[in-house]
């Protein structure tokens, strides 16, 4: 493997299609894809922006993004999410990777990374990917960048043996990723190779890549664990109570790390 391909067990993951579904499929997933829009829709710079997805995959968030009336880019290094995404009224698409993004300097006012820093297990590489989104950003623009908490696994393994949910992963397993971060190809019916991150080492990687003072959001919260989220997120009265709490302590400090997915964003300096 160069420097620049995806690791293989990725890249054969995406191409089994599971994840086009995620953030429908369950309670979990529609949180998290509710929050996201809730999030970036008061964190974009202003209407009908050039927007790159990169690692946008089939475009989950470039649909919509492209509705919105912003003019969307997307590039992901799965040759066949990017033909999916292609076909997205609004939306152009391209093969490409975050470490090497193929465009010039300031030409986009936001720049999304909803998913390359997870799958990237070398540090340098994810400050680079930082950078590069920073690179093609505009002045004044916006790089956001979703990171998957350094207690997700274990959570989802307690979970999981809670509601009976058959899995490969074993307690051992899920305290040593805790501990240290990285998980590595395990079951392609759950998840793939990806980093977990603390918070803290988000918001330093974003420094190393040359942004003062990342704003760091919890997506879900600790509610995302709640195991019956299907009564909260599917009742119309009690979903909006769940919003607006997660919009009072989306940034408390003492509760980043107890959220499924944190999402970090930085302005680009005039």
């Known amino acids: 493997m160069n420097e620049w391909e995806l690791e293989s067990e990725i890249a054969a993951y995406y191409e089994r299609g599971g994840e086009r579904e995620r953030l429908r499929h369950d309670a979990r997933g529609r949180l998290e894809f509710a929050r996201m829009q809730d999030l970036l829709r008061r964190l974009l710079p202003g209407d009908g922006l050039d927007v790159l997805d990169v690692g946008g995959a089939t475009g989950a968030h470039s649909s919509w993004l492209a509705a919105d009336g912003h003019k969307v880019t997307l590039v992901d290094p799965v040759a066949s999410q990017v033909a999916v995404a292609a076909e997205i009224p609004g939306v152009t698409a391209l093969v490409g990777d975050a ?5 010039g300097g300031a030409e986009f006012d936001a720049v999304l990374l909803m998913g390359p820093l997870y799958h990237l297990l070398d540090r340098a590489h994810r400050v680079r990917a930082i950078a590069e989104a920073r690179r093609v950003a505009r002045a004044g623009g916006l790089v956001a960048a979703v990171t998957i908490n350094r207690t997700a696994g274990w959570s989802d393994w307690l979970l999981w043996h809670a509601h009976g949910i058959a899995h490969s992963i074993s307690a051992e397993e899920s305290l040593r990723v805790l501990r240290e971060g990285t998980l590595r190809y395990f079951d392609q019916d759950i998840f793939t190779t990806a980093y977990l991150s603390h918070p803290g080492e988000v918001a330093a990687e974003f420094a190393d890549a040359g942004f003062d003072g990342p704003v760091q959001y919890a997506v879900q919260g600790f509610p995302g664990f709640i195991p019956d989220l299907e009564a909260l997120i599917d009742d119309d009265a009690v979903r909006a109570h769940l919003m607006e709490g997660l919009r009072v302590i989306e940034r408390e400090p003492s509760l980043l790390g107890a959220s499924n ?10």
């Open 99 to 103: 470490r090497e993004l193929p465009f």
């Open 261 to 270: 997915h944190v999402l970090t964003v930085a302005t680009v300096p005039g």
